[in-house]
């Protein structure tokens, strides 16, 4: 190569560890013809290439060009250096450790269709191989366990390879070249069944076999996967799903079904091209589809929705047991789907199981069966779910986890580290490092002393692999929460700060994060609950509310925050009780307007009586009185009062329910703008100062609108069209508020959080009426605007206010 003369140093941030970058810039060195090497280092991937100008310029060229489908290269910094004597070839070198580092670790990907086609091959040694991956698919969040991402720093360390897999790795034309968790039958991890004593009842594919027989005959089974335990029966037999259901404690919420392939999907559910294409992807997450009238499936499966939650096989362990339960399938029930309910392996409201001796402690009194594999899942997590808005195509993230966790979210400005401890219901954390913010995968209620470990567990992982310690803990308002206690206990361990957000304010900042909008705006808050203080300062009060239906200032560079409008408030009879009994809101609602008793002035009877009669009566004492009657604007409660008095829910046992059986019963053929029937005025409440100074909270009139709907019920408006109207009519209401401050504050934007905006009608007409003001919605791209985007905002807002501490020289 008598034309080298220049060396160059290039170094490459992002996530190009695990994607088989390095493989891919060898080839790409070989191609053009340059000298030099690449390696993985803590700062990203380090090449040093030698040649001549023209040719490291078409190297610098084709770089992001041609890179491969799972990097996402977010920066390239070059140098010239002196060249070496003597560099005739481009080699990969061992990479290099040290602190701190700025690389983005891969997330799982699925089963590519080079290793499905291997999985299948009767002639191809890793035929049913229930590990087999390569550098463009398999394990990678669940199993790294530092940076850089080596074999030795992942959970695949204990495996050495065979002479097989040695020369797959070894060799740049293989697709094998560099993949970390390379395995084979002879030297990876193996599978074996056991009984619930934890006795091995068969092992490899004799496990496969038997683990689809016992599902055949109505068994319920323990799966080891690729980020925990799933819960596994045969989704077409009632019996099996319904014991599944007594046994996990789990009696109305929808179960999640994997099914082998598209073409079963469809037989199952209406699948369009976006449902597809999430389907079959590379993430692979479970998507709410609209369910086939007599689709064969249990109807135990989702007693309550008219969606069921489907997912294909993403790790060649799924393929295999369908291989197996498909074939019997074929011989005992020819014309039934190869449907299986796979669900989180846990007690309901715990986290997933994560080793073999935790699964075998916490299921034993749910399986019949346990598939234990000896891969260790470093990290727990679970599926991903979302949902397609069916006017825009758009997805709608309802769980954030493996697929996409731990890819950050990209902040508007660089900045100290902070961890946001996220809220009590739908946990996340997030941890910030320069100007991105990792959100973890979702890690559930922190309602329990398991999910709390499991909260620590993160912290620590987070801390630990991307080499970076906070300077500010940021918590929830809540006094009583389990994060307020993990932020008390970090700043007396550690002596690091500690702070708190408003609920509904970190939502805020959560959507302006994603959306990198910087300065003022209005945000439409509305979820089912969050502590806010009812008097004129942000601090805790004794004098406190529940929000949820809010419309908010928020100044994401000086932290100016107001509190403009809410739903009028009403009282919650019974405190946590009215949140799992709905009929109490519904009643609640109706004592507000002076009506006491069933069929009073003509109004329509009350549908909870048959059940709740005595605890009805001594309703009104308890709202009288104000006896642990705490108020609340709450458009989450607004939603199951309405779905209580329609007689949809009178008891949930799970959260959303009552308001997703009221969001499925409305009469979509009913035109939005011809079903917004009910008044929702935005009024003004005399007495004290707004919070931070100035006039009170003005109040969107949900009253008159819940009178509206009584006089429907009253004239015999059947159920579905109320469902629509109220659905349009509050959605007017809001955007008509959030129209009326914008004006009076002089902004543009209005961004859009919360669980409410879970509900499609919500996802696709509020941002449309919006729009229709001549303002801009800001809507979640990255995040679900349910509570698993709030440790985003914490950790957001806590940034900004250490950058605006030393802006101002504090």
Known sequence: MSDISHRRRITVTGQVQGVGFRPFVYRLAQDIGLAGMVRNAPEGVVIELQGSPRRLDEFLRRLEPEQPPLSR?????????????????????????????????????????????????????????????????????????????????????????????????????????????????????????????????????????????????GGIAAVKGLGGFHLVCDATSQAAVTDLRRRKNRPHKPLAVMVPDLATARQLAHIGPAEEAWLTGHVRPIVLCPRRRGAPLASAVAPDADQV???????????????????????????????????????????????????????????????????????????????????????????RARGFAPQPVFLPESGPSVLGLGPELKCTLTLTKGDKAFVSQHLGDMQNIETLGFHHEIVEHFQDILQTDPVLVVRDQHPNYLTTSVAQEMARKTGVEATFLQHHFAHAHAVLAENAHQGPALCLALDGTGFGPSQPN???????????????????????????????????????????????????????????????????????????????????????????????????????????????????????????????????????????????????????????????????????????????????TPTPVIARRFHASLITGLANMAARFAKQEGLSHVALSGGVMQNLTFAEELPGAIAARGLTPLMHKDLPPNDGCVSLGQAAYGQRLLNLRRERGQ
């Open 73 to 217: 290269i977010m920066r390239v910094s070059t140098q010239d250096i002196p060249p070496e004597d003597g560099a005739g070839a481009f080699e990969i070198h061992k990479s290099t450790g040290g602190t701190g580092h700025d690389v983005l670790i891969s997330p799982d990907i699925s089963t590519c269709a080079d290793c499905l086609a291997e999985l299948t091959d009767k002639n191809d040694r890793r035929f049913l191989y229930p590990f087999t991956n390569c550098t463009n698919c398999g394990p990678r969040f669940t199993i790294t366990r530092s940076i850089p991402y080596d074999r030795p720093n992942t959970s695949m360390g204990c495996f050495p390879l065979c002479a097989d897999c040695e020369r797959e790795y070894n060799d740049p034309a293989d697709r094998r070249f560099h993949a970390q968790p390379n395995a084979c039958p002879v030297c990876g991890p193996k599978v074996w069944l056991s009984d619930r004593s934890g006795s091995v009842v068969a092992r490899r594919d004799e496990a496969m076999r038997k683990l689809a027989a016992i599902l055949m005959q």
């Open 309 to 399: 939650g489907l997912m294909l096989p993403y790790t060649p362990l799924h393929h295999v047991l369908f291989r197996r339960f498909g074939r019997l399938l074929q011989q005992e029930r020819q014309n039934m789907p190869a449907a299986l309910v796979m669900t989180s392996g846990n007690v309901s409201d715990e986290p997933i199981c994560l080793g073999n001796r935790e699964a075998l402690g916490r299921l034993a009194e749910i399986a019949d069966i346990f598939m234990f594999h000896n891969r260790d899942i470093l990290l727990r997590t679970d599926d991903s779910v979302l949902r397609i808005a069916p006017g825009s195509g758009q997805p709608l993230l309802l769980r």
């Open 538 to 716: 942000l601090g805790f009060s004794a004098s406190w509310s529940i929000w949820g239906g809010e419309c908010l200032l928020v100044d994401t560079r000086d932290l100016r925050h107001s509190r403009l409008g809410h739903l009028a408030e009403f009282s919650l009879p019974g405190g946590e009780a009215a949140v799992h009994e709905p009929w109490r809101l519904a009643q609640s609602l109706l004592w507000e307007l002076d009506l006491e008793e069933s069929g009073q002035d003509d109004t329509p009877p009350w549908p909870w009586l048959p059940e709740f009669e005595q605890a009805s009566r001594f309703l009104p004492q308890l709202l009288r009185k104000n006896l642990n009657c705490p108020l609340t604007s709450s458009c989450g409660r607004l939603f199951d009062a309405v779905s209580a008095m329609l007689g949809l829910c009178l008891r949930t046992t799970y959260e959303g329910q009552a308001a997703i059986m009221l969001e499925q019963a409305q009469d979509h053929s009913i035109p939005f703008a011809d079903a917004v029937a009910y008044p929702c005025p935005l009024l003004k409440r005399e007495g004290s100062a707004r919070l931070g100074g100035g006039e009170e909270p003005r109040q969107l009139d949900t009253y008159s609108l819940f009178r509206a709907i009584l006089t429907d019920m009253q004239q015999g």
